[in-house]
Nanobody, 128 residues
């Protein structure tokens, strides 16, 4: 019953946009930070963004800052990643994951070991 399900990936041309969704089941978002990660072929897994459980503190990797936006809809228990101005370098499998517990906290979790549940991933491919 505890799971994270990503959706919204696909094929898009460079300069285009996609909106990824991460729907949580079995827990409430205001108790856990949520992170977005990505892994491209032959590259290390990278943290893309993180949202604190309080919803007021965010983190973005330098490579996506200014182009990506993380947000959430508590009524739908869903976290979003809006991706604009996509580049071929953004091509990867994108994962959402549940971070450290803390009720309406402003803490961010920037390390993989802070995350205990992961979604199945959704493929994002950006063409040239």
């Amino acid at each position: 019953q505890l799971q994270l399900v990503e959706s919204g990936g696909g094929l898009v041309q460079h300069g285009g946009s996609l909106r990824l969704s991460c729907t949580a089941s079995g827990f409430t978002l205001d108790y856990y930070a949520i992170g977005w990660f990505r892994q491209a072929p032959g590259k290390e897994r990278e943290m893309v963004s993180c949202l604190s459980s309080g919803g007021g503190v965010t983190y973005y990797a330098d490579s996506v800052k200014g182009r990506f936006t993380i947000s959430r809809d508590n009524a739908k228990n869903t976290v979003f990643l809006q991706m604009n101005s996509l580049e071929p370098e953004d091509t990867a499998v994108y994962y959402c994951a549940r971070g450290g517990r803390g009720y309406r906290s402003n803490q961010l979790f920037l390390n993989t070991y802070d995350y205990d549940y992961w979604g199945q991933g959704t493929q994002v491919t950006v063409s040239s």
